[in-house]
Every structure is written in structure tokens, then in C-alpha cells.
């Protein structure tokens, strides 16, 4: 059975984590300071070194604390295997990338942590790749290669993934812009569907004219064809 004082360095180390998650999805780790996290977690400011170590531990531990409380699974490789359409299963991962940038339930604490360490990356970031964002890129690389032709070269087929990836981060990332010039969008339930259909139609709509284009090139000319 845990004592009262183990109780307490529980709780201590669990402000620590929620403040610290906060702050690195708002700031970026590199302008958080251990005193700002302290502070918002109302600690001592050696309870950092304390409980985790240092702040790069802290960091980490922050991680694992943010994405197994988040949805990051949702964008897992079932995505792209099941019996649905490849655009139907575009759709799907466009709408789980959009709910999760976009949720108004709680902050996307781990999704803009990944934005910040794309910009700024530390330590953490190859771990990142490697457990979360290469994943869900290889689910969105089996849709889109299903939709492209056959021999389609895995650099047109990656481009493809950016294009798609870049419309859903626009929207959270720069956000602020996007209401002041378009004042009219909303980033509600509704508003995340609209965005899904414009954004899917978009791009299966470049996929076709990129296939075509492929198609155009790929044909060869009949030099003795006279019109």
C-alpha cells in the first residue's frame, strides 16, 4: 500500500506532467524553461530534477504521457486494409487527421507537440518518427499507392502523402489565418466534415490528373500518323 508521502510524490509528479504537456504543446520544448513548468504546476523548482531527472527526461516522459492518452492509433495500418474503397478509405483518414487536429474536447497535445519538433527537433524527434508519425504515413502511402497507377514511382506516390498531410496541418497550424481571412469557417463537427469533403475531392481530383498526366507521357507517339 502506498503511504501518504508516496501519494504525494505521485500527484506532485503527475501536476508536473500535465503542466509540462501543456506548455511543450503551446511553446515547443526549446521555449519552455523548467521555471515555467514549476510554476504553472505550482512545485519547487528542483522538483523537476527530483522526479524526473532533467528536463529532456521530463520530455520524453511527457511524450508517452500525451500519445497514450490521445487517439494517435486511430491512424493505424487497418486503415488501409480492409474491404473498403481506397477513396472511401482516404476519407476515413482524412476525417481521424482532421477530428484529432481540430478536436475542441481537449487540446491536440500530442499532435502539437509533433508540429513543434518538426520545426525544432530534439532529442525525442527520431524516436517520434519512428513510433508515431512513420506509421501513420505508411497508412496514408498504402491509400494513396492503391489509388495511383502500378508503376507509379514511390517519390510521386510520397509527394502525394506531403500534399494531403500539408491541406489537414494547414488548418491547425495556421488556424488564426484562416479565420481572419476566411471568417466564415468553422472548426466544429460540421465544420470538420466540410473540410474533409473539400480536401478528399481535392485530392483525388489531383491523383486522377497526376495518373492521367502519367498516362499522356507514358503513350508513346506515332510518328507516321497523319491528320
Given at each position: 500500500?502506498?503511504?501518504a508521502?508516496?501519494?504525494?510524490?505521485?500527484k506532485?509528479?503527475?501536476r508536473i506532467?500535465?503542466?509540462?504537456?501543456?506548455?511543450?504543446a503551446?511553446?515547443?520544448?526549446?521555449?519552455?524553461?523548467?521555471?515555467?513548468?514549476?510554476?504553472?504546476?505550482?512545485?519547487n523548482?528542483?522538483?523537476?530534477?527530483?522526479?524526473?531527472?532533467?528536463?529532456e527526461?521530463?520530455y520524453?516522459?511527457?511524450?508517452?504521457?500525451?500519445?497514450?492518452r490521445?487517439?494517435?492509433?486511430?491512424?493505424?495500418p487497418a486503415?488501409?486494409?480492409?474491404?473498403?474503397?481506397?477513396?472511401q478509405?482516404?476519407r476515413?483518414y482524412i476525417?481521424?487527421?482532421?477530428?484529432?487536429l481540430?478536436?475542441?474536447?481537449?487540446?491536440?497535445?500530442a499532435?502539437?507537440?509533433m508540429?513543434?519538433?518538426?520545426?525544432?527537433?530534439?532529442?525525442?524527434?527520431s524516436?517520434?518518427?519512428?513510433?508515431?508519425?512513420?506509421?501513420?504515413?505508411l497508412?496514408?502511402?498504402?491509400?494513396?499507392?492503391?489509388?495511383?497507377?502500378?508503376?507509379a514511382e514511390?517519390s510521386?506516390?510520397?509527394n502525394?502523402?506531403f500534399?494531403i498531410?500539408?491541406?489537414?496541418?494547414?488548418?491547425?497550424v495556421?488556424q488564426p489565418v484562416v479565420?481572419?481571412?476566411?471568417?466564415r469557417?468553422q472548426?466544429?463537427?460540421?465544420?470538420?466534415?466540410?473540410?474533409?469533403?473539400h480536401i478528399t475531392r481535392f485530392?483525388l481530383?489531383?491523383?486522377?490528373?497526376?495518373?492521367?498526366?502519367h498516362?499522356?507521357?507514358?503513350t508513346?507517339s506515332?510518328?507516321?500518323?497523319?491528320?
Open positions: 500500500m502506498m503511504n508521502n508516496g501519494k504525494n510524490e505521485s506532485t509528479r503527475s506532467l500535465a503542466a509540462a504537456a501543456e506548455l511543450f503551446a511553446r515547443g520544448f526549446h521555449d519552455t524553461t523548467v521555471r515555467d513548468i514549476c510554476a504553472d504546476a505550482q512545485v523548482v528542483a522538483a523537476i530534477n527530483y522526479h524526473f531527472g532533467s528536463k527526461k521530463l520524453e516522459d511527457v511524450w508517452k504521457y500525451v500519445t497514450v490521445s487517439d494517435t492509433g486511430m491512424l493505424s486503415m488501409a486494409e480492409n474491404s473498403a474503397t481506397p477513396e478509405q482516404l476515413r476525417t481521424s487527421f482532421l477530428s484529432r481540430l478536436s475542441r474536447k481537449e487540446p491536440p497535445l499532435a502539437m507537440i508540429i513543434h519538433e518538426t520545426k525544432a527537433p530534439t532529442q525525442l524527434f524516436t517520434m518518427v519512428e513510433t508515431t508519425i512513420k506509421p501513420h504515413f497508412t496514408l502511402y498504402t491509400i494513396v499507392k492503391k489509388l495511383m497507377e502500378d508503376d514511390e510521386a506516390i510520397c502525394c502523402c500534399s498531410m500539408g491541406q489537414c496541418l494547414y488548418f491547425r495556421h479565420v481572419c481571412l476566411n471568417p469557417q472548426f466544429d463537427t460540421q465544420g470538420v466534415k466540410r473540410l474533409t469533403d485530392s481530383y489531383a491523383i486522377q490528373q497526376l495518373k492521367q498526366t498516362n499522356d507521357v507514358s508513346p506515332n510518328p507516321g500518323l497523319v491528320l
